[in-house]
Nanobody, 114 residues
């Protein structure tokens, strides 16, 4: 069984930065594609960034050039968020996918203020 725990959310002013972390507990971490999603109030959950086992990354147009997804050798996945703006305010979720396995974290709140 896999567990994902996000951390690093908080409040930041527009133009600021935050780094989210996702701690993966379980086996076969390197086989998983890791995703970051976000859900703003009244909106659908949207995919923000993806990191495949072969280290390929993709980003939503809204965050391209500002956000960076990465992983380390200790089963952590990160989302570095720079130049944050009001539209980035949301609950951010970590997601791990491999074959039929699909796991989610509990989410971490990011609030950007002017």
């Amino acid at each position: 069984q896999v567990q994902l725990v996000e951390s690093g959310g908080g409040s930041v002013q527009s133009g600021g930065s935050l780094r989210l972390s996702c701690a993966f507990s379980g086996n076969f971490f390197t086989f998983y594609t890791m995703n970051w999603y976000r859900q703003a109030p009244g909106k659908q959950r949207e995919l923000v960034a993806t990191l495949t086992p072969s280290a390929e990354t993709t980003y939503a147009d809204a965050v391209q050039g500002r956000f960076t997804i990465s992983r380390d050798n200790y089963q952590n996945t990160y989302l570095q968020m720079n130049s944050l703006n009001l539209a980035d305010t949301a609950v951010y979720y970590c997601n791990a996918v491999w074959r039929a396995h699909d796991y989610w974290g509990q989410g971490t709140q990011v609030t950007v203020s002017s």
